[in-house]
């Protein structure tokens, strides 16, 4: 590999579906040294992995959770061509050119059937009972959720050739690759070769490796692949294109100018990650940590923006940084008879955990336990049964609420907590519970899902003076 002075970039699915904008906006550069020397790192076009797994949001299922569920094979089928049909509705809004438009075609097609073929021989082998497609499942999430990022890289390589970029799709997910690698091979081999001054790697976000990304990141596997892939190559720096500055609030809830946060550090992005806003995936910001690679967070679409610096270092004076906000729901247990007795928190974590349910936060006393989580509320019905059964006799509900958070590298001496309770009052904002730690990083009000964006809003301005508050106009939307 030819590694030196080089920068690690990642693209995201929403910015990629803007391909044609990226080329002069973002690939492009006014010398080949300025073009090369950088190793592109992309996610899926928008919607496609939605439509390959499951919507991310709403949880409309896709081929994954049909093939998994359905009794027959309509179902998966005609849903992995919806996803065909999406994979070429998106290059073709990118790509203009009849002889790239028809590669792209057939690089679909061979995709996509190459699965279809895969997914019902595996039924077939499953028909016999000796196999069980449970045991399978995981392997099946990989294999699709790869077919995404395959298809972006290559759709991005035949754009940059067109606009006369010296591009390289270099392919991670192991298509048709029968050999066995750990993560840091995967990549070590796909780019042995590479000579990153001459050519610019576009790189499946999506890595086939044993250790098997999705078990561990689900779909923050890009970012884990970005990050390993800058501390292997010693990247000078580890840079995410966005489609937003990180700013110190989303300007659509606030009154008044927000400013580009410009400088902050790994402990903000962790906060930030914590409250559904991630900077970047936590374990992938402990890799470049790590590695000492510091990471840098741009607006793709404005260029000659630094962005924000993500690296280490501590503030030079105490202030805060952020202010958002995040919709959860408030699981509480009652029961009279917890007071003194150890291990009603175990278990009920127990039960979150074996559910896949994510805790934003949580407060206790004598006799209450309450965690805040991000879930649907399906999900947390089945944990209410489950709870109703390891303990009948408690009292258990569950209340649609939310959180505005106060986020900075250091709010000591600030009285977050004092201000924030102030203006929220002055704001007509019922408090209903509010959480610091010792550590100073960050401080939580828990508000009616109805005040979250006059709370933000009214935490902005007491907490963000217009002393500190820069000239900043963000770009079509903003953190």
């Known amino acids: 590999m030819t590694f030196e002075n080089h920068t690690v970039e990642k693209i995201g699915g929403t910015s990629m579906s803007r391909l044609d904008e990226l080329v002069d906006n973002l690939f492009k550069r006014g010398t080949e040294a300025e073009t090369y020397n950088r190793v592109f790192v992309v996610s899926a076009f928008g919607?496609?992995?939605?439509?390959?797994?499951?919507?991310?949001?709403s949880g409309e299922a896709g081929v994954y959770a049909r093939f998994a569920n359905d009794e027959d094979d309509h179902g998966w089928m005609d849903a992995l061509s919806k996803v065909s049909d999406g994979m070429r509705a998106a290059h073709q809004a990118v790509l203009d050119t009849p002889a790239d438009l028809s590669d792209a075609d057939d690089f679909v097609r061979d995709r996509v059937e190459g699965v279809r073929n895969c997914l019902i021989d595996l039924q077939r082998l499953c028909s016999y009972g000796h196999f069980r497609l449970s045991q399978h499942m995981m392997l099946t999430r990989e294999l699709l959720s790869g077919l995404g990022e395959a298809h972006s890289a290559h759709v991005a390589t035949l754009a940059l050739r067109r606009a006369g970029i010296n591009a390289r799709f270099v392919d991670l997910s192991g298509w048709r690759d029968e050999r066995e690698m750990t993560l840091d091979e995967r990549i070590e081999d796909a780019l042995a070769d590479v000579d990153v001054t001459a050519e610019l790697p576009i790189v499946t976000g999506y890595a086939q490796c044993a250790e098997g990304l999705m078990a561990e990141y689900d779909r923050g596997y890009s970012e884990v692949t970005f990050s390993r892939i800058a501390a292997l190559t010693g990247a000078r720096e580890a840079i995410i294109h966005k489609e937003f500055h990180l700013s110190s609030a989303d300007p659509n809830l606030v009154e008044g100018e927000v400013r580009k946060l410009g400088h902050t550090n790994y402990d903000v992005a962790d906060q930030l990650s914590n409250m559904g806003m991630e900077a970047i995936h936590p374990k992938a910001a402990k890799t470049l940590r790590q590695a000492d690679v510091p990471l840098r967070v741009t607006n793709a679409f404005e260029p000659h923006d630094p962005g924000t610096l993500i690296d280490d270092q501590p503030a030079e004076t105490p202030g805060a940084e952020i202010v958002t906000?995040?919709?959860?729901?408030?699981?509480?247990?009652?029961?009279?008879?917890?007071?003194?007795?150890?291990?009603?928190?175990?278990?009920?974590?127990?039960?979150?955990?074996?559910?896949?349910?994510?805790?934003?936060?949580?407060?206790?006393?004598?006799?209450?336990?309450t965690h805040y989580v991000d879930a649907p509320l399906r999900a947390l019905r089945k944990v209410e049964a489950d709870l109703n059964k390891v303990y009948p006799s408690a009292e258990l509900t569950l209340q649609p609420l939310a959180i505005a958070a106060v986020i900075g590298r250091d709010l000591t001496g600030l009285n977050v907590l004092g201000e924030g309770l102030k203006a929220l009052g002055a704001a007509d904002v019922e408090v209903l519970a509010a959480h610091q730690t010792t550590r100073s990083v960050d401080v939580q009000f828990v508000v009616s899902r109805e005040s979250l964006a006059a709370s933000i809003s009214a935490l902005h301005g007491a907490l963000m003076p217009a002393a500190q508050v820069a000239d900043f106009k963000p770009g079509k939307k903003a953190a």
């Open 47 to 57: 919607g496609i992995t939605n439509l390959l797994l499951e919507h991310k949001k």
């Open 325 to 369: 906000g995040l919709k959860v729901h408030a699981l509480e247990l009652f029961e009279q008879d917890m007071v003194g007795v150890k291990g009603y928190d175990a278990r009920i974590l127990e039960v979150l955990t074996r559910h896949g349910i994510r805790i934003v936060s949580k407060t206790s006393n004598a006799n209450t336990i």
